[in-house]
C-alpha cells in the first residue's frame, strides 16, 4: 500500500472579497393622457394607477429577473399542445463603477393577447431596454408607451446599493 502524505491548513486560505448586491425596485404605472410625470413628481401623482411594483434582488454583475403575469396552454392539433405568456417581464444588471455610480441595465417587457387566430394565440409584447448611470436611491423615469387602455405608461426605477 502506497501512503502519500498530505498537509491541510485550515483558515489560511484567501477570502474573496464579497460582490455588492443591489436592490432595483419597479413601479409601473399608467396615468390619464396629458399628465405631466418627472422624477420628482411621480410619489404625488393622485390620477396614477399603478399597475405592479416588483422588487429585484442581484449581486454586481448578475442579471435579476422576474415574471409577473400567466402561462396560458392551447392545443395546436390533437398531440401537440403550446403555451403563451401574458403578463410583465422584469430584468436587471447593475454593477458599480469605482467612483460609487451604480450602472443599471434595465429590461421591461409587456405581452398580451390580442386574439385568437384558428387556435392560436396572437400575442403583442412591448419592450424598453435602457441603461442608466445612477446613484444608490436615484430614481429613473422609463416612458413606456400606452397601456392596453391607451393611456400613456411608465417605470419608475430605483436602484439601492445594499449595506454588507
Known sequence: MLLIPCLFVLGALPQQ???PSFTITT???EVPEGT???RENTDSLSSAKILLQPTIAALSGNK???FIGDEIKYTIDE????????GWRIAATASEDKNGMIRLVF?????YITGWYQKLPQISTRFVD???LLKSGEKALVPF???ENKLPLYALVTVTRDNR
Open 17 to 19: 472579497p464579497l460582490l
Open 27 to 29: 413601479k409601473v404605472f
Open 145 to 147: 408607451g400606452k397601456s
Open 79 to 86: 398531440k401537440t399542445t403550446g403555451v403563451a405568456h401574458s
Open 64 to 66: 435579476g429577473e422576474m
Open 36 to 38: 405631466k410625470v418627472t
Open 107 to 111: 429590461h421591461s417587457e409587456w405581452s
Open 130 to 132: 435602457t441603461i442608466s
